[in-house]
C-alpha cells in the first residue's frame, strides 16, 4: 500500500475560522464592590471614596476587569464610574458586568476589527467546539459580520457541517 493519504479539507477552498485562535490573553478580573459597602447593602459616599483613594490600583495593570456587586445593593452609577476612572490607566478593558459580558464586549472589539475581505465569496466553516469561554454571542456577531460577503456558511467541524446560510443566486 503506497498510496499517499490526500488530506481533502486541507486541499479544499473551506474556509475555516475558529474564535479561539482570536480569545485575546489577558487576565480577566471580577472587582465585587460589596466589600466596600457599609454591611454590605449601602453604599456610603464618604468611606467608598477613601477605599478607592487608599486602593492599590496598578495591580490591575494589562487586566480585564468587570465590575459588580454580589449582593443586592442599590450602587448608584458614579460608583462604578468613580472606579473606571481610576481603572482606566490601568486596565486593558473595563465593563460594569459579570465575566460573560467582559468576554461579549472584548469579542465584539475583535469581530469589528476583523479583516474579513479574504471570506469574500467564501465557504465558511465556523468552527464550533472551543476550550476557551467563547460567548455565544460571539458567534452570532460573527454571522453578522460575514453573512452579506459570504456564499455559504456552516457550523462545526470540516466533517461534520451544520448548515446556516446559502447566498441565493
Not at 472589539?109 to 469574500?120: G, R, V
Not at 460573527?142 to 459570504?150: D, G, M, R, S, T
Request: charged share 25%; aromatic share 8%; glycine share 4%.
Amino acid at each position: 500500500m503506497s498510496d499517499k493519504i490526500i488530506n481533502k479539507v486541507s486541499n479544499s477552498k473551506l474556509i475555516t475560522i475558529d474564535l479561539e485562535e482570536l480569545y485575546p490573553e489577558g487576565e480577566r478580573l471580577i472587582f465585587d464592590i460589596k466589600d466596600w459597602l457599609f454591611d454590605e447593602i449601602i453604599l456610603k459616599e464618604k468611606d467608598f471614596r477613601a477605599a478607592v483613594k487608599n486602593h492599590n490600583w496598578s495591580r490591575y495593570k494589562k487586566t480585564c476587569v468587570a465590575l459588580g456587586c454580589s449582593v443586592d445593593a442599590i450602587i448608584p452609577s458614579w460608583a462604578y464610574l468613580l472606579l473606571s476612572s481610576e481603572l482606566a490607566p490601568y486596565a486593558k478593558k473595563i465593563v460594569i458586568g459579570n465575566l460573560e459580558l467582559l468576554e461579549t464586549s472584548l469579542f465584539q472589539d475583535i469581530i469589528q476589527n476583523l479583516n474579513i475581505d479574504s471570506f469574500k465569496g467564501g465557504i465558511i466553516i465556523i468552527k464550533g467546539c472551543t476550550k476557551k469561554p467563547i460567548p455565544p454571542s460571539a458567534f452570532s456577531m460573527l454571522i453578522h459580520k460575514i453573512q452579506p460577503i459570504a456564499k455559504t456558511i456552516m457550523y462545526g467541524e470540516a466533517c461534520s457541517t451544520v448548515p446556516l446560510f446559502k447566498k441565493k443566486k
